[in-house]
Nanobody, 124 residues
């Protein structure tokens, strides 16, 4: 069983940066991803990281501003967020599902493991 726990959220002014962290405990090959959800809206995929080749994908709204990465030695997944905008305000989740592939799905329903979420608030 994979356990995930996010940290690093907070409040920042527009144009600022934050780095979210997600500790991962467990063994195996997993697709890893960050999602976000604004109050009253559906959960949105932000970025994915494939277990084979480390291929990444991003939502168009964050391309060029966000970077997903991992530290295998420390079992952490990260989301570096730069040039933050008020529309980035949301509850951010890390998620995973078992997979052995060069690409990962973007649909929340296929992710079996979720963290509790960390709030990011960007003020204008």
């Amino acid at each position: 069983q994979l356990q995930l726990a996010e940290s690093g959220g907070g409040s920042v002014e527009a144009g600022g940066s934050l780095r979210l962290s997600c500790s991962t405990s467990g063994y195996g090959s997993f697709c890893l991803a960050w999602f976000r959800q604004e109050l009253g809206k559906e959960r949105e995929g932000v970025a994915t990281l494939a277990p084979i080749g480390g291929n990444t994908s991003y939502a168009n709204s964050v391309k060029g501003r966000f970077t997903i990465s991992r530290d295998n030695a420390k079992n952490f997944l990260y989301l570096q967020m730069s040039d933050l905008k008020p529309e980035d305000t949301a509850l951010y989740y890390c998620a995973a599902y078992r997979e052995y592939s060069v690409s990962c799905g973007k649909t929340p329903g296929i992710y079996r493991h979720w963290g509790q979420g960390t709030q990011v608030t960007v003020s204008s």
